[in-house]
């Protein structure tokens, strides 16, 4: 099987994004060169004007963050005027702080003088666990304040352990709790202010998730009291929810359990569940029966699907008959794959594929498409995005597009 068989009917390259948007109808089997930008308030215009003398007939154009309302007037009407079918790429969508579990990342082999500089670029915060080398135990567990995301840990009689790290780190995950509420009454604002019309196609929406971010605790407020409001509906009895996670200390109260960090992730890290203060003891657990990342990983993918539910629901009110694709990044092929549910949530799912896996782009499109035809749940919305200069990555879009049929 070809990849070519996904039936692509929109192709747009320009600026260091490649975009070929794929339509499952056998219907639609013309290609049409489109392009995808930034948003620039002072030259899309401009933009659009060559883009459209070039003989381009569709764009996506990528807002990294949300316009003021007579930006957003400006922009629609440009659009419009510009004669080009055109689609608005949400690329900014919020970002929550969290505690991210990935060991297997931030770890140190331990040393003689029981020195360690720590670097985490994101870091406001670290948990520091101390273990032995050979048999995973909690020997000592250290807060540390980072700043500019450094500090320097003294830890002694370290030299035949492992430190372990479990960083809070700023927008480490998709907000989706303050954060969605704000940018969602933002841009339901600017379409009240201003709906888009003429040539308007539809919304592509760009997800962030990935292994790690899926692995990471939000600390809001709002966030920790909806997993523990979910924790209350999953587990009415909190024996159940002592059973499902392995507790080895009885609970007293729901929110007790909410306020639980792992420390393992995958078969890597410490079998314990800890709090970020330390104001409880360490609960060692069999990592192996317990259910915790089982019922977090739930929660997530309830909550978004239902946020990504909601805000077509509320796009659409203002833009009858759009478009709506989910836009994920294709996961690295050294990576785990996401769990299902966030690869493909019941709504039609696209993939970015970054300039640095290039050389993967044939592999991964083609056992994707299988994966996806085997489920008859195709592609609708691919993103290669490319950098370089003009010339070359105008040549390469061609080489590749041709071998994949469009």
């Not at 689609?87 to 900014?92: C, I, T």
């Not at 670290?126 to 807060?143: D, G, H, K």
């Amino acid at each position: 099987m070809a990849v070519g068989r996904l039936w692509w009917r929109f192709v747009a390259a320009f600026a260091g994004a490649v975009v070929a948007l794929a339509c499952a109808s056998p219907q639609a089997t013309k290609g049409v060169l489109g392009v995808a930008i930034d948003y620039r308030p002072d030259t899309l215009a401009e933009q659009l004007t060559t883009l459209k003398a070039y003989g381009v007939e569709a764009v996506a154009i990528r807002l990294r963050e949300l316009p003021a309302p007579e930006a957003w007037e400006s922009l629609v009407q440009t659009a419009e005027q510009s004669g080009l079918r055109w689609r608005v790429w949400l690329a900014n969508l919020p970002r929550a702080d969290g505690w991210s579990v990935a060991p297997e990342r931030y770890r140190l082999a331990g040393n003689a003088e029981g020195v360690y500089p720590i670097q985490i670029a994101d870091g406001v915060r670290v948990l520091l666990m101390v273990s032995p080398r050979e048999t995973p135990a909690l020997r000592l567990q250290i807060t540390l304040e980072l700043r500019d995301g450094r500090t320097t840990a003294i830890v002694g009689d370290t030299a035949e352990s492992v430190l372990l790290l479990y960083p809070l780190r700023r927008a480490a995950l998709p907000d989706l709790w303050e954060g969605w509420d704000t940018y969602r009454d933002r841009l339901l604002h600017l379409l009240r202010h201003r709906p888009p019309r003429a040539g308007f196609q539809g919304w592509i929406v760009q997800s962030e998730w990935d292994v790690v971010s899926l692995s990471t605790l939000p600390v809001s407020p709002l966030a920790q009291a909806e997993w523990e409001g979910y924790l209350k509906t999953r587990y009415p009895d909190l024996v159940d929810l002592e059973r499902a996670w392995d507790t080895s200390i009885k609970l007293e109260r729901h929110r007790d359990a909410a306020r639980l960090i792992p420390l393992w992730r995958e078969g890597r890290g410490l079998p314990f569940l800890v709090t970020p203060d330390g104001a409880t003891r360490p609960q060692e657990v069999d990592s192996n029966r317990s259910e915790f990342w089982n019922d977090w990983r739930a929660y997530l993918l309830s909550r978004w699907q239902q946020l990504l539910e909601g805000l077509r629901t509320a796009l659409r009110a203002h833009t009858p008959n759009s478009e709506f694709v989910v836009l994920q990044t294709a996961p690295h092929p050294a990576e785990l794959p996401l769990p299902k549910g966030f690869d493909a949530p019941p709504l039609p799912v696209g993939w970015l594929m970054p300039t640095a896996w290039r050389n993967e782009w044939r592999t991964q499109l083609l056992r994707e498409t299988l994966r996806r035809e085997r489920e008859g749940n195709l592609l609708p919305l691919v993103v290669l995005e490319w950098s370089g200069e003009d010339t070359e990555r105008a040549s390469l879009f061609q080489a590749f597009t041709r071998e994949m049929g469009i």
